[in-house]
């Protein structure tokens, strides 16, 4: 079993910072990927970045695109979320995701994973942009 714990969130004016953060602690914790998605209220979850701990390549949605950093631990047990410039439209609440023991076809495909793609999740925090 894999536990994730979030942490970083917060309210930021428009135009700032926030640093998520993703710990997992588990056994048998040796991911294939890591992503961070994101459910804003009356809205979908939706994909924001993911990592790929094989090849190290990132993917990003193209709303945060340039806007959004994921990045790991040389551990590979804590992953970031570093969002810049942020928008009102940002404001959701995060879930860290981690697919362990299956293969994430996205990557292959050259496309952001879905969210089924991922068998373990945090319980979320809120990142709330204002004006």
């Known amino acids: 079993q894999v536990l994730l714990v979030e942490s970083g969130g917060g309210s930021v004016q428009a135009g700032g910072s926030l640093r998520l953060s993703c710990t997992a602690s588990g056994n048998t914790y040796s991911p294939n990927s890591m992503a961070w998605f994101r459910q804003a209220p009356g809205k979908e979850r939706e994909g924001v970045a993911a990592?790929?701990?094989?090849?190290?390549?990132?993917m990003y949605a193209d709303s945060v695109e340039g806007r959004f950093t994921i990045s790991q631990d040389n551990a590979g047990n804590t992953v970031y979320l570093q969002m810049n410039s942020l928008k009102l439209e940002d404001t959701a609440m995060y879930y860290c995701?981690?697919?362990?023991?299956?293969?994430?076809?996205?990557?292959?495909?050259?496309?952001?994973?879905?969210?089924?793609?991922?068998?373990?999740w945090g319980q979320g925090t809120q990142g709330t942009v204002a004006s």
């Open positions: 995701a981690a697919a362990v023991g299956i293969a994430v076809l996205g990557e292959v495909l050259g496309k952001f994973p879905d969210q089924e793609e991922y068998n373990f």
């Open positions: 990592v790929f701990s094989g090849s190290g390549k990132t």
